[in-house]
Nanobody, 125 residues
């Protein structure tokens, strides 16, 4: 079982940066056995994969964020981060943290078992 709480969202100007955090409370297995991911959902659109960091530390990114976003994890703090740089209005969305201990990673949101409540990120032009 995992409970996820995101923080760090807000309003930023185009070209700016934000860092999102996702704190996990886990039971039954340790945090480092979970793959973690960030998805995002823009208004009127489906929830899309943004980035993932798997239990072994490898990272994966959507093409739309590659080179601008960096996902990382601190297993001592049970926390995963998403550093977002050079942001554009297209990055405006609710950002969700996801966790799963069964898969390595997937771009399909239906493959992830645990979700946070989401945090709003708005990028102004």
């Amino acid at each position: 079982q995992a409970q996820l709480v995101e923080s760090g969202g807000g309003l930023v100007q185009a070209g700016g940066s934000l860092r999102l955090s996702c704190a996990a409370s886990v039971s039954g297995r340790t945090f480092d056995s979970y793959s973690m991911a960030w998805f995002r959902q823009a208004p009127g659109k489906e929830r899309d994969f943004a980035a993932a960091v798997v239990w072994g530390g490898a990272t994966y990114y959507a093409d739309s964020v590659k080179g601008r976003f960096t996902i990382s994890r601190d297993n001592t703090k049970n926390t995963v981060y998403l550093q977002m740089n050079n942001m554009t209005p297209d990055d405006t969305a609710v950002y969700y943290c996801a966790a799963d201990a069964r898969i390595l990673y997937s771009k399909n949101q239906n493959q992830w078992d645990y979700w946070g409540q989401g945090t709003q990120v708005t990028v102004s032009s």
